[in-house]
């Protein structure tokens, strides 16, 4: 998959959650409609992950390797374009995708509402990867 491919997907995940949001009004409804608890959860792991799959072939392509998800993320830093405090707060999302992936029974939807919230800096996230990209001529 393309950066591109994973941007449009990233950008598709995004605006679903965004259209979910007003349907979560608190945890007891994660807790009671299982098809929009999936569908919550599913569009957050996606977004965590392609956030990470992106940070990590934009750094490692400028000659930055990681070691594991959360360094991917962080050397977002070391790129011209993406500011410290955006890069800490999506620095949080290796972690979150692995509360998703591993802890799912006993999962706080406090949380995953708190998430649901704070999707800006994914969103700013979005529009530096499109300019960089375009940039390039991708």
Same mark, same amino acid.
């Given at each position: 998959?393309?950066?591109?491919?994973?941007?449009?997907? $990233?950008?598709?995940? %995004? !605006? /679903?959650?965004?259209?979910? *949001?007003?349907?979560?009004? &608190?945890?007891?409804?994660?807790?009671?409609? %299982?098809?929009? /608890?999936?569908?919550?959860? =599913?569009?957050? $792991?996606?977004?965590?992950?392609?956030?990470?799959?992106?940070? &990590?072939?934009?750094?490692?392509?400028? &000659?930055?390797? @990681?070691?594991?998800?959360?360094?991917?993320?962080?050397?977002?830093?070391?790129?011209?374009? =993406?500011?410290?405090?955006?890069? !800490?707060?999506?620095?949080? %999302?290796? &972690? @979150?995708?692995?509360?998703?992936? /591993? !802890?799912?029974?006993?999962?706080? =939807?406090?949380?995953?509402?708190?998430?649901?919230?704070? $999707?800006?800096?994914?969103? !700013? @996230?979005?529009? *530096?990867?499109?300019?960089?990209?375009?940039?390039?001529?991708?």
């Amino acid at each position: 998959m393309t950066e591109v491919e994973r941007l449009a997907m $990233l950008r598709r995940h %995004l !605006d /679903h959650l965004q259209a979910l *949001r007003p349907r979560v009004s &608190g945890p007891d409804v994660l807790e009671e409609d %299982l098809s929009l /608890h999936n569908d919550v959860l =599913f569009s957050l $792991l996606t977004v965590a992950q392609l956030v990470i799959d992106i940070a &990590g072939s934009l750094t490692a392509s400028e &000659g930055h390797p @990681f070691e594991d998800y959360t360094e991917a993320v962080r050397n977002l830093k070391r790129l011209e374009g =993406f500011p410290g405090e955006m890069v !800490d707060r999506l620095a949080r %999302l290796p &972690g @979150f995708r692995n509360i998703l992936v /591993h !802890d799912y029974v006993e999962l706080d =939807f406090d949380l995953v509402i708190q998430a649901l919230h704070e $999707l800006e800096p994914v969103e !700013d @996230f979005v529009r *530096r990867v499109a300019t960089r990209l375009e940039g390039r001529g991708a």
